[in-house]
């Protein structure tokens, strides 16, 4: 085929073309495609544009004195590639890539990700294969053979390709990981997401964190066990999916503190509060370290706060999410052509600041919901707890989100406080509910709500796109092997509209 024509499919008429990044490509209806997913591809260039530098540089000391580490190029695999919209972005917008393998199991996909490589020049850099994602990367488990940049992005859990990934690997390597089953992670079906993933999750609102630790867990178990360990660079809540950048590193006696990063959770059933419990502790003494199993539970049957039972879960990751170190490194080299380049600059200036040593929140709506108080301002609550000492931050995950290290007898005192001043309606107070018996009790003292000048932001001053948007109509994940280009799945999407109401109509009228 040449470059400049234009394919046509079984019928003759005129495949889809699209345009992202400085990438051209040809889509046809059996190909996965997903124009939501462009922030994702977007944020990836700029985050393995920044490894890229520093990995370099890392590899240059190694070496030192070796021939050919000044012009060291990296290799990156994209395990389910579909269109190859993303490794053909990857060859044609990040500097320092010496090949980018685009593979896919489909043989419809292989066939259109030749095309497209094609289309776009980059022949000398992306190929594709066809080939089953672990099979692939298990043939490139050995040392010599070993990959970079492993790119995971897969319709559903990628926890089956984990064990090869976390093999096909180079020390030191990245991993970008997507997981987009939200409903399972996020505690619909905790039979399911053990199964999947290892842990129980707990519907909380802090949901969205807690789906993030749980991967983060999962994929640190699986290094484990060939004596390695992951270190977080940035993990993200986006959209309809989560997506976390990884490095792995080999070195069995830091596996051993793979345990000190995770914790049970306990999770109040009526307040929503939680309590984290490591699953190992460790006292360390200059080179001696002191591992032991913790003495427990933490907290009681019955939450001291509203008197109600909780909930256990977990293992998830309890240690930092991300690297502020690096994040600010993206953010200062992201590259401002890109086209969802104001999403992620706000996104990545909210999570620089946040909390770092402080797993989940709370949310403003939940605190006042429980107590069906009215709702304060963010920035009353955040100064009450500025002013009583503790730090407190939003999350990128949330827009009402409260991240802090007070104690949550701090947190429920200072909503006893605002009752005081905001009087709940009697008729709110039954006897047993949390409301009830969380203003039975006395604030141990008052706490001021007194606007502190470090309640508000600064990407918040700044007027920064912090949370997320709706992108575009009626969006999603899309269906499994339908087609996401064009009036197709928008149509599906508007048939669907309504669609419980209307057979709870029809029910009734049937009756």
């Not at 046509?8 to 889809?16: I, L």
């Not at 049970?264 to 199993?293: A, E, P, R, W």
């Not at 989940?360 to 069906?372: E, M």
């Not at 700044?462 to 269906?479: A, D, I, S, V, Y």
Request: net charge positive.
């Amino acid at each position: 085929m040449e470059k400049d024509e234009k394919p046509t499919n079984s019928n003759g008429a005129d495949v889809k073309e699209i345009s992202e990044g400085l990438a051209t490509i040809w889509t046809k209806g059996a190909v996965f495609y997903n124009p939501v997913q462009e922030f994702n591809r977007d944020l990836s260039i700029a985050v393995i544009s920044s490894f890229i530098h520093d990995y370099k540089q890392e590899i240059k000391i190694t070496k030192k004195g070796e021939a050919g580490t000044e012009d060291y190029k990296v290799t990156i695999l994209e395990a389910l590639s579909a269109t190859g919209l993303r490794s053909i972005r990857y060859a044609k917008e990040i500097p320092g890539v010496a090949k980018v393998i685009a593979n896919d199991i489909s043989l419809t996909a292989v066939e259109d990700i030749k095309q497209n490589v094609i289309k776009n020049n980059v022949e000398q850099i992306v190929s594709a294969r066809h080939c089953d994602a672990s099979m692939l990367m298990y043939q490139h488990r050995h040392k010599n053979e070993q990959f970079d940049i492993i790119d995971l992005d897969p319709y559903g859990c990628p926890s089956q390709f984990l064990d090869s990934t976390v093999q096909a690997v180079k020390e030191g390597g990245l991993l970008l990981i997507t997981a987009t089953d939200m409903a399972i992670l996020c505690g619909n079906s905790p039979e399911t997401c053990y199964s999947k993933y290892g842990a129980i999750p707990i519907k909380i609102k802090s949901c969205h964190e807690m789906a993030v630790r749980i991967l983060l867990q999962c994929i640190e178990l699986h290094a484990n066990r060939y004596s390695r360990y992951i270190v977080p660079l940035l993990s993200l809540s986006a959209d309809f999916y989560i997506r976390v950048f990884v490095r792995v590193f080999s070195g069995a006696q830091k596996c051993k503190f793979s345990a000190t990063k995770l914790s049970h959770i306990y999770h109040c059933t009526g307040c929503d509060s939680f309590t984290l419990q490591l699953l190992v502790t460790v006292k360390s003494d200059k080179s001696n370290h002191k591992f032991s199993i913790p003495t427990g539970p933490l907290v009681s049957k019955h939450c001291e706060q509203c008197k109600h039972p909780h909930h256990i879960g977990g293992p998830i990751w309890s240690a930092p999410i991300h690297s502020p170190e690096f994040v600010k490194k993206v953010l200062d080299n992201v590259p401002s052509s890109l086209k969802t380049y104001k999403r992620i600059e706000g996104i990545l200036n909210v999570v620089l600041e946040e909390l770092v040593d402080v797993p989940l929140y709370y949310t403003l709506d939940k605190l006042s919901g429980t107590l069906h108080v009215e709702m304060p301002s963010m920035m009353a609550l955040r100064s009450a707890l500025l002013n009583a000492g503790y730090h407190v931050s939003f999350t990128h995950m949330n827009k009402t989100s409260i991240k802090t290290d007070a104690p949550k007898k701090v947190v429920w005192d200072i909503m006893r406080c605002w009752a005081r001043t905001h009087p709940v309606a009697q008729k709110r107070l039954i006897q047993g509910t949390p409301a009830f018996n969380i203003l039975s009790i006395e604030p141990e003292k008052d706490y001021s709500f007194k606007i502190h000048p470090h309640a508000n932001p600064e990407s918040r001053k700044k007027g920064f796109l912090r949370f997320q948007e709706n992108p575009t109509p009626h969006w999603g994940p899309g269906c499994r092997a339908t087609i996401m280009v064009g009036e197709q799945k928008i149509q599906k999407s508007v048939r669907n509209q309504g669609k419980r109401k209307r057979e709870t109509s029809e029910e009734g009228v049937d009756k």
